[in-house]
């Protein structure tokens, strides 16, 4: 439990009204109570701020709303709220131990402060940073290295050789490092593509449940800095995932896709091989990004083939058409018909 002073210190922001008041949960602005706080962002959520029963709301600093709450003025509510939130519901780390069910090769290097959860199984070679938990089931392969407060939910996989960066979060049923989709016809039947490379996820990346980051056929797949991915997705063999990138769930890319920093990618988008998105572009939900297709940053692409909204709300409108145009078609046939039938009675009488 914080005051409402204490939060704006936390926040960053300045606060008004009964700075003392306790405050000592979160909620949505419709069912908040005077001991919760909430938050406006955007246009629709500042009007419904007025007639939330919230003890302190987050607001911008434009706004001009009164009530009976405290507010909190920032430039950025959403991200105040995520911080307030870090701090009235602390996460307890697990306490430094290995479970007596793991098991763990003896040329495995784990740091003392690191906990190992039950029936998890630990490689040959392996490295494991400082305040990394390492959940119940998980595999770690051979020559992983992974670095400090990384967190590894229960049932994650990586396979042997996978490099992950410090203070990443992997999900429940991650599978890192899986051999890429690689075959090759010979003599009428498909051989497998050695996949000997490796994946590399960098520092902060966090990657949603029963994700799947496949190795590279040669060479490295990377995933960037401070990259976050939904549920459900799957990166190829050779992608190059930038920096910062946003991917909503059920995406999938197929191998050698270059995506470049802050992209964001929308949910069960298709991107076929060596397609390149590049920075800062925007991709709209259950887009096709054909194979060796350039999105440019700017305007947002949507549909399939992606391509530029714009002509993609175009093309909808003109098939909402479609049974108008067919009768209009239709009429004029008919119309057609009656001149001709016209002008061969015309024809005959001469």
């Known amino acids: 439990m914080v005051t409402v002073l204490e939060l704006a210190g936390i926040c960053g922001g300045s606060a008004e009204g009964d700075t003392a008041r306790k405050i000592s949960g979160v909620n949505s602005l419709e069912r908040a109570t005077v001991a919760d706080l909430s938050f406006a962002a955007n246009k629709k959520a500042l009007e419904a701020a007025r007639a939330s029963q919230a003890g302190c709301l987050l607001v911008p600093l434009s706004f001009d709303g009164k009530g009976d709450w405290a507010l909190i003025r920032v430039a950025e509510p959403r991200a105040a709220f995520a911080r307030a939130v870090a701090v009235l519901y602390p996460k307890t780390p697990p306490t430094p131990s290995v479970h007596p069910t793991a098991i763990v090769a003896e040329s495995a290097c784990i740091a003392a402060d690191c906990y190992i959860g039950p029936y998890a199984s630990i490689g040959e070679q392996a490295k494991i940073g400082s305040g990394c938990v390492i959940g119940g089931g998980c595999m770690v392969g051979d020559r992983v290295t992974i670095g400090e407060n990384t967190t590894l939910a229960a049932n994650v996989t990586l396979y042997d050789g996978v490099i992950v960066g410090a203070r990443v979060l992997l999900h429940a049923g991650c599978v890192i490092g899986a051999d890429g989709f690689g075959f090759t ?14 994946v590399e996820i960098a520092d902060d990346v966090e990657i949603g449940a029963n994700s799947c980051i496949d190795r590279a056929a040669l060479g490295v797949t990377r995933i960037g800095r401070g990259t976050k991915l939904d549920n459900l997705v799957h990166v190829g063999h050779n992608c190059s995932i ?18 470049e920093d802050y992209a964001v990618i929308g949910g069960q988008v298709g991107v076929g091989e060596k397609a390149k998105i590049e920075a800062r572009a925007i991709v709209g939900g ?19 083939p992606a391509r530029p909204l714009k002509k993609h709300l175009k093309g909808l409108a003109h098939v909402e058409k479609l049974p108008e145009f067919k009768q209009q078609m239709r009429e004029l046939r008919q119309r057609l018909e009656k001149l ?11």
Do not use: C, M
């Not at 930038?242 to 995506?259: D, K």
């Not at 259950?286 to 399939?304: C, R, Y």
């Not at 001709?340 to 001469?350: L, M």
């Open 286 to 304: 259950k887009s096709g990004v054909l194979t060796s297709q350039v999105v440019h940053a700017g305007e947002p692409v949507w549909g399939i």
């Open 242 to 259: 930038g920096e910062h990138v946003v991917i909503a769930a059920q995406t999938g890319f197929s191998g050698s896709v270059t995506v």
């Open 185 to 198: 016809l010979s003599n009428g039947s498909y051989q497998k593509f050695p996949q000997i490379g490796t």
């Open 340 to 350: 001709e039938d016209k002008n061969r009675d015309r024809g005959g009488a001469d």
